[in-house]
């Protein structure tokens, strides 16, 4: 059937990477990681920080990862920098993805049309920026999880069935 999806996950946060809180969003995605068959290859704690998001990702591309995931800095706080930090790395942005994860958490909560979550292509990576709460990172990951293999499979070059 091919191979399993090597994932990467990155939370973005600055109370947990410096120990203020326990980081909820990253063991969310993992758990949804798993429950979707993938392996998460590498996770990372990182402060919303555009240099230190950018090396993580690049990082977790350079080892493998077909797929990153990150959850956090997709609002609109002053310190909110994700989609900023995979904006100055991708090759191309994908806007359906984001569409689809604003749409769909509209329906839920009317604040979801403040996300500025994102899907882009960095180098041979998926990279899916996700809301930081633990639930909503899940949700919005499950709204577009139907592309996510054939999108993985046309950045790395590798055959697809359509």
Known sequence: MGTIMQVGIITISDR???GVYEDLGGPALEQAAFDYGWEVAASAIVPDDIDRIQEAILSFGAQGCGLILTTG????????????AVRGIMRVEIPGFGEIMRAKSFEITPNG????????????SLVIALPGKPKGAVECLGFVRGAIDHTVKLAQNLPTSC
Do not use: F
Request: proline content about 4%; hydrophobic content about 40%.
């Open 16 to 18: 947990a990477s410096s």
């Open 113 to 124: 049309i403040l996300s500025r979550s994102l899907a882009a292509i960095v180098r041979t």
């Open 73 to 84: 800095g997709t609002g609109v706080a002053e310190r909110d920098v994700t989609p900023e």
